[in-house]
Nanobody, 126 residues
Framework: QLQLVESGGGSVQSGDSLRLACVAS????????IGWFRQVPGKEREAISG????????YYADSVKGRFIISRDNVKNTAYLQMNALKPEDTAVYYC???????????????????WGQGTQVTVSS
């Protein structure tokens, strides 16, 4: 069984940066495609980024493209989300998720992901 734990969230000012980490245990992260999602209470979960098993493919929602960078270190069993130029509308709980199939053009479908972390809160104030 794969377990995922996110960290790196916090409260920052508009324009600041944060780096989220998603540490996997139980199995090798290299076997899984990874996605990052976020959710605001009362709203649907939003897919924001995905990365293929080998990191050869990366994908971004329009809302974060050019500001966020997804990466992974399969040796460290960790995936990352570097978030730059943060805006108040980025405020949400951020989740990482893993899927047995590789991440491709359907990376944003949350139902494709089998394992989820508990989430980390990101708050951006203006």
């Amino acid at each position: 069984q794969l377990q995922l734990v996110e960290s790196g969230g916090g409260s920052v000012q508009s324009g600041d940066s944060l780096r989220l980490a998603c540490v996997a245990s139980g199995r090798r992260l290299a076997y899984y495609g990874i996605g990052w999602f976020r959710q605001v209470p009362g709203k649907e979960r939003e897919a924001i980024s995905g990365i293929s098993k080998s990191a050869g493919g990366t994908y971004y929602a329009d809302s974060v493209k050019g500001r966020f960078i997804i990466s992974r270190d399969n040796v460290k069993n960790t995936a990352y989300l570097q978030m730059n130029a943060l805006k108040p509308e980025d405020t949400a709980v951020y989740y990482c998720a893993a899927r047995g199939g590789d991440s491709g053009s359907n990376w944003y479908y949350s139902y494709e992901y089998d394992y989820w972390g508990q989430g980390t809160q990101v708050t951006v104030s203006s």
